[in-house]
């Protein structure tokens, strides 16, 4: 029995886009063309002296100009959708589909971070050729904060992701961990209901104002996530031994009797609750610390590109050309 033949999709936005298109592990590909450049620098110092200060300087610029149109196409499909429209009446079916596939963030990123490896080469040689004046020692600088910047935003954005699924709390979103911990806060509230005067002291002084407020301050929590581990368990740990202390306290032998199963269970659960607003806070944290370092590396960026504009226009202006 014959059925109807296959279609063959050529939509810009097929189901081809779904395989990975280049799976790379791009803090070890930075890091082969990092040594290549290195290895490349050594094999071509009397070349790239002899280039001059021009053709380095414009192949530095080129690259700068590839480099940034990442973050133009990670914004607006647009021109993809021109390029692959028209390269699919030209190219036949098996390139255009390998074409569409290779059309994705993931591999403009690939070429954003592997072009922002090799850019170093030519501004290694354009560096060389003379003396800087002022403005070109702050554009040095500038691309030195712009390519630290996308090394630790590289780094944090491929350790991250799996960091922050062993964690026990990880919400994907700011404003879920934020009601998280406003939902703690209320259940710890009312926990602490009917407990003796002791116990309610001990929470108003040691445990409300961590679930009222951010009070672990971001280093602990950096250095939580750089050692793999949850800041909640570690910070919470001096707090369960207090049950004791608040035991000591108490006079009422009726509510003695009845401290081992009913308010010790208490403050155990409401020192977990803060444990886990603490660990929300981690999250939080880490959720920040994956954006923030990006809104660095733009400014840098677009203060980059403004320098190079300027560069380049007084060199063509005080050079006559």
């Not at 963030?105 to 003396?131: C, F, K, M, S």
């Not at 369960?240 to 009797?257: F, G, H, N, R, W």
């Not at 944290?285 to 960026?301: E, G, I, K, P």
């Amino acid at each position: 029995m014959s059925g109807a033949p296959a279609r063959t999709s050529t939509q810009v936005g097929s189901g081809l886009r779904r395989a990975r298109a280049i799976p790379l592990n791009l803090r070890l590909w930075a890091l082969i063309w990092a040594v290549v450049v290195v290895i490349a620098h050594s094999l071509t110092v009397q070349q790239g002296k002899e280039m001059g200060p021009y053709w380095s300087g414009l192949i530095s610029l080129a690259a700068f100009i590839v480099i940034g149109w990442y973050s133009v196409r990670k914004r607006d499909l647009w021109f993809s959708v021109k390029l692959l429209k028209a390269t699919s009446r030209i190219l036949p079916a098996s390139l255009q589909h390998r074409l569409v596939a290779l059309d994705r963030v993931e591999t403009w990123r690939g070429l954003h971070v592997t072009l922002g490896i090799i850019v170093i080469l030519p501004l290694w040689w354009h560096l060389q050729t003379g003396l800087m004046s002022p403005l070109e020692l702050i554009l040095a600088i500038a691309v030195g904060l712009l390519l630290l910047s996308g090394v630790f935003g590289l780094s944090v954005q491929d350790y991250l992701p799996t960091a922050v699924q062993r964690r026990s709390e990880h919400e994907v979103r700011i404003r879920d961990a934020d009601a998280r911990i406003e939902a703690i806060y209320v259940e710890a509230e009312e926990k602490i209901l009917g407990h003796p005067e002791e116990m309610l002291k001990a929470y108003l002084d040691k445990l409300r104002p961590i679930l009222s407020a951010d009070r672990v301050p971001d280093g602990k929590l950096l250095w939580a996530l750089m050692r793999g581990v949850d800041a909640g368990p570690e910070l919470c740990e001096p707090l369960y031994p207090m049950v004791d202390t608040i035991k000591a306290q108490v006079k009422d032998e009726k509510i003695l009797k009845d401290w081992d199963t009913k308010h010790a269970p208490a403050w155990k659960e409401l020192v977990n609750l803060v444990k886990d607003k603490i660990n929300l806070e981690q999250n939080e944290f880490n959720l920040r610390l994956s954006t923030d370092w990006l809104a660095f590396h733009v400014v840098v960026a677009l203060a980059t590109f403004g320098l190079l504009i300027f560069h380049v226009g007084s060199v063509l202006y005080f050079d006559g050309l």
